[in-house]
T-cell receptor, first 115, second 118 residues
Framework: GAGVSQSPSNKVTEKGKDVELRCDPI?????LYWYRQSLGQGLEFLIY????????KSGLPSDRFSAERTGGSVSTLTIQRTQQEDSAVYLC?????????????FGEGSRLTVL | AQTVTQSQPEMSVQEAETVTLSCTYD???????LFWYKQPPSRQMILVIR??????QNATENRFSVNFQKAAKSFSLKISDSQLGDAAMYFC???????????????FGAGTILRVKS
């Protein structure tokens, strides 16, 4: 696609439910990143994919968070047993690994609200 | 670990005036990269300007320029002739030269909200 696409744009869920957030990167971008942005805060790194593998998943806050990427394209971030502190905007970005210091292209994010 | 600090939570500027946003960072690496991103209310992050640490010359992009002071680990953004469309949250970000381990992963500061007054 022309840009990074994320869905859903907004998600409201009840505490304890599982949620899945989807990211469709720019076609041909082999690198994909997930970030979390809490209200009025900076971006917190969650995980980095190169192809289908995740060389850096150091930012995942707990074992309730997991992510996968299939076919070197679409990625899904799953949050199990959601808690109120998981409420945030989840941003996905992609980049071409062929370009050193390449630009990260971001989607518009998925806003998650846990009641 | 690298850290990025933006000490100004909020700044205001009059339309057509100049404003400078501050950023400092901490790293033991040498050939890194620095970025400024803009986040308007639409939430989509947009790259404003980038600087390679090995370059002494400050980067410029139209009305946007940086003051990169490597020894002081300072990377400020100057916006000249401010426009209403410049109103947004601005994030300073650091990228390690260790591309094999981290790809283009960015470490972000907390951001500065810029308000532009007409």
């Amino acid at each position: 696609g022309a840009g990074v696409s994320q869905s859903p744009s907004n998600k409201v869920t009840e505490k304890g439910k599982d949620v899945e957030l989807r990211c469709d990167p720019i076609s041909g971008h082999t690198a994909l990143y997930w970030y979390r942005q809490s209200l009025g805060q900076g971006l917190e790194f969650l995980i980095y994919f190169q192809g289908n593998s995740a060389p850096d998943k150091s930012g995942l806050p707990s074992d309730r968070f997991s992510a996968e990427r299939t076919g070197g394209s679409v990625s899904t971030l799953t949050i199990q047993r959601t808690q109120q502190e998981d409420s945030a905007v989840y941003l996905c970005a992609s980049s071409s690994s062929q370009v050193a210091a390449g630009e990260l292209f971001f989607g518009e994010g998925s806003r998650l609200t846990v009641l | 670990a690298q850290t990025v600090t933006q000490s100004q939570p909020e700044m205001s500027v009059q339309e057509a005036e100049t404003v400078t946003l501050s950023c400092t960072y901490d790293t033991s690496e040498s050939d890194y990269y620095l970025f400024w991103y803009k986040q308007p209310p639409s939430r989509q992050m947009i790259l404003v300007i980038r600087q390679e640490a090995y370059k002494q010359q400050n980067a410029t992009e139209n009305r946007f320029s940086v003051n990169f002071q490597k020894a002081a680990k300072s990377f400020s953004l100057k916006i000249s002739d401010s426009q209403l469309g410049d109103a947004a949250m601005y994030f300073c970000a650091y990228r390690s030269p260790r591309h094999m381990e981290y790809g283009n992963k960015l470490v972000f500061g907390a951001g500065t909200i810029l308000r532009v007054k007409s």
